[in-house]
């Protein structure tokens, strides 16, 4: 019997280890992904023309040994398979520590969390109800909410961000991705046994605050230039 349950528990242990790899892995796609996808968007500071040209060269990279837009196909399905893997692994997760924690155990963990580790789970799901807005607003709907064309990426842009309750959207999002991207970044880095001293520890925090900067900062520069008019047809 006790050696039946030692069993049961490693294998749970070993799923457990399984599991924040795959969101560590799937993590640091993502954080890939939103690097290029912010360069990408600060080429609206160039003005309309160089913004149309970044957009249209992604569709033609790889021609003519891939399809038109073949690349780009090729990264949304490494991004949907790693949407997948990580809200599934983070589901997952969540409902292991749910059964296994007291309510004793719990207020405790509280009051020594920071406060970003605390919203993975609401900024997760915020983060998940923006990239389907996102994706219906700029990729597979297309919705200019001013009832504008929507065939000119650059001029959809600023038509979307020109209207002030759909820039507010964009930053709430943007400021649950810091949040999330600080403590990813350190969970990831936890995972991945890169935080085995104290210095490594700092130098993880350190970067996870760097990186959640970088990204919510560079993605919040547009919007907030288009409302204010700088960035205009």
Same mark, same amino acid.
């Given at each position: 019997?006790?050696?039946? /349950?030692? !069993?049961?528990?490693?294998?749970?242990?070993? @799923?457990?280890?399984?599991?924040?790899?795959?969101?560590?892995? @799937?993590?640091?796609?993502?954080?890939?992904?939103?690097?290029?996808?912010? *360069?990408?968007?600060? %080429?609206?500071?160039?003005?309309?023309?160089?913004?149309?040209?970044?957009?249209?060269?992604?569709? /033609?990279?790889?021609?003519?040994?891939?399809?038109?837009?073949?690349?780009?196909?090729?990264?949304?399905?490494?991004? $949907?398979?790693?949407?997948?893997?990580?809200? *599934?692994?983070?589901?997952?997760?969540?409902?292991?520590?749910?059964?296994?924690?007291?309510?004793?155990?719990?207020? =405790? %963990?509280?009051?020594?969390? @920071?406060?970003? @580790?605390?919203?993975?789970?609401?900024?997760?799901?915020? +983060?998940?109800?923006?990239?389907?807005?996102?994706?219906?607003?700029?990729?597979?709907?297309?919705?200019? !909410?001013?009832?504008?064309? /929507?065939?000119?990426? *650059?001029?959809?842009? !600023?038509?979307?961000?020109?209207?002030?309750?759909?820039?507010? $959207? *964009?930053?709430? #999002?943007?400021?649950?991705?810091?949040?999330? +991207?600080?403590?990813?970044?350190?969970?990831?880095?936890?995972?991945?046994?890169?935080?085995?001293? #104290? %210095?490594?520890?700092?130098?993880?925090?350190? +970067?996870?605050?760097? $990186?959640?900067?970088?990204?919510?900062?560079?993605?919040?520069?547009?919007? $907030?230039?288009?409302?204010?008019? !700088?960035?205009? =047809?």
């Amino acid at each position: 019997m006790a050696t039946t /349950t030692l !069993v049961k528990g490693a294998r749970s242990t070993r @799923s457990t280890i399984a599991l924040k790899l795959l969101m560590a892995v @799937s993590g640091i796609i993502f954080i890939g992904f939103v690097l290029l996808h912010m *360069y990408g968007n600060l %080429k609206a500071f160039a003005g309309h023309d160089a913004y149309n040209e970044y957009a249209e060269h992604l569709r /033609t990279i790889g021609e003519p040994m891939l399809p038109h837009s073949g690349l780009l196909w090729v990264i949304r399905l490494v991004l $949907i398979v790693a949407l997948v893997v990580h809200v *599934y692994s983070a589901a997952a997760l969540w409902k292991r520590a749910k059964r296994a924690r007291t309510v004793r155990y719990q207020v =405790k %963990k509280n009051l020594a969390s @920071s406060f970003s @580790s605390r919203m993975m789970r609401w900024g997760g799901l915020t +983060l998940l109800l923006f990239i389907i807005w996102h994706l219906l607003n700029f990729t597979v709907g297309k919705v200019n !909410v001013q009832g504008g064309p /929507t065939n000119d990426p *650059y001029n959809l842009l !600023v038509d979307s961000f020109d209207t002030w309750w759909l820039t507010l $959207i *964009y930053l709430v #999002a943007m400021a649950a991705l810091g949040l999330h +991207l600080h403590h990813g970044v350190w969970s990831s880095a936890q995972t991945l046994g890169l935080t085995n001293n #104290a %210095k490594a520890r700092r130098n993880a925090k350190g +970067l996870g605050w760097i $990186i959640a900067v970088l990204i919510a900062g560079g993605f919040s520069l547009v919007p $907030i230039f288009v409302l204010v008019g !700088v960035i205009s =047809k």
